[in-house]
C-alpha cells in the first residue's frame, strides 16, 4: 500500500531533549517536505526536499533540522525542543515538483513541557 | 505571508444540501489544490486545478479558479455527514520561482445529518 509513515505518532518530551521525528514514503517520491498545524495558523512549511541530498528552509525553520540522504527518508530533528515547538506535525510527499499533489501522512503530535 | 485565506472559517449545514468554500491567494500560481482533513488526520488531496483551467469536476466536487481575482471555490453538491471535515486550499508558485506549497487556513465543514 501506498503511503507516507511517521513515528512517532505521539510524544511528550521536555524542553532541550532532542527528539527526531521519522518520515518514509513508499513511493519513489523526489520531493517530500514538513509542516506544522497550529490552530488558526494553517499548515506552514518547514523545511522541503527536492531530492537526495537537497534541501532547502520552509516558513518557519528555526529551531529544526532536516536530512535526506535516502530517497524515501525525510526525518525531522528538534536538536533542543522548545514549548513553542508543541504542534501537529505532518509529513508529505509528491512524484516530483511539478506533480503537485501531495501525500501526507497521518502526522505526530508533540508536546514539549 | 504567502498563505491563501478560506472563507468561511466554518461552515454548518444540513445532508443534501450543498457546501462551497472560498480560498484567496496572493501571488502568481502554477497549480491550486483542494484538500481535506478529518479531524487530527493527515490531509487527503482531493482536486488539482491548473492556473490555466477555470473549472474542474470530480465526482460531486466541482473547483473553479480565477486567476484575475487571486480566488478559488470548491463546490460539495448533495452532502453527506461523511464530509465532515475541513478543507484546504493549498497553491505552487509558477516555474522557476520557487519550490514550495502554501496552505490557507482552512474551512470547517459540519454536515447535520
Known amino acids: 500500500e501506498a503511503q507516507v509513515t511517521q513515528n512517532p505518532r505521539y510524544l511528550i518530551t521536555v524542553t532541550g531533549k532532542k527528539l527526531t521525528v521519522t518520515c518514509s514514503q513508499n513511493m519513489n517520491h523526489e520531493y517530500m517536505s514538513w509542516y506544522r498545524q497550529d490552530p488558526g495558523l494553517g499548515l506552514r512549511q518547514i523545511y522541503y526536499?527536492?531530492?537526495?541530498?537537497?534541501?532547502d528552509k520552509g516558513d518557519v525553520p528555526e529551531g529544526y533540522k532536516v536530512s535526506r540522504k535516502e530517497k524515501r527518508n525525510f526525518p525531522l530533528i528538534l536538536e533542543s525542543p522548545s514549548p513553542n515547538q508543541t504542534s501537529l506535525y505532518f509529513c508529505?510527499?509528491?512524484?516530483?515538483?511539478?506533480?503537485?499533489?501531495?501525500?501526507f501522512g497521518e502526522g505526530s503530535r508533540l508536546t514539549v513541557l | 505571508s504567502q498563505q491563501g485565506e478560506e472563507d468561511p472559517q466554518a461552515l454548518s449545514i444540513q445532508e443534501g444540501e450543498n457546501a462551497t468554500m472560498n480560498c484567496s491567494y496572493k501571488?502568481?500560481?502554477?497549480?491550486l489544490q483542494w484538500y481535506r482533513q478529518n479531524s487530527g488526520r493527515g490531509l487527503v488531496h482531493l482536486i488539482l486545478?491548473?492556473?490555466?483551467?477555470r473549472e474542474k469536476h470530480s465526482g460531486r466536487l466541482r473547483v473553479t479558479l480565477d486567476t484575475s481575482k487571486k480566488s478559488s471555490s470548491l463546490l460539495i453538491t448533495a452532502s453527506r455527514a461523511a464530509d465532515t471535515a475541513s478543507y484546504f486550499c493549498a497553491t505552487d508558485p509558477p516555474p522557476n520561482t520557487g519550490n514550495q506549497f502554501y496552505f490557507g487556513t482552512g474551512t470547517s465543514l459540519t454536515v447535520i445529518p
Open positions: 486545478i491548473r492556473s490555466n483551467e
Open positions: 501571488t502568481s500560481i502554477n497549480n
Open positions: 526536499s527536492m531530492n537526495v541530498e537537497v534541501t
Open positions: 508529505a510527499s509528491s512524484l516530483d515538483w511539478n506533480t503537485g499533489e501531495l501525500f
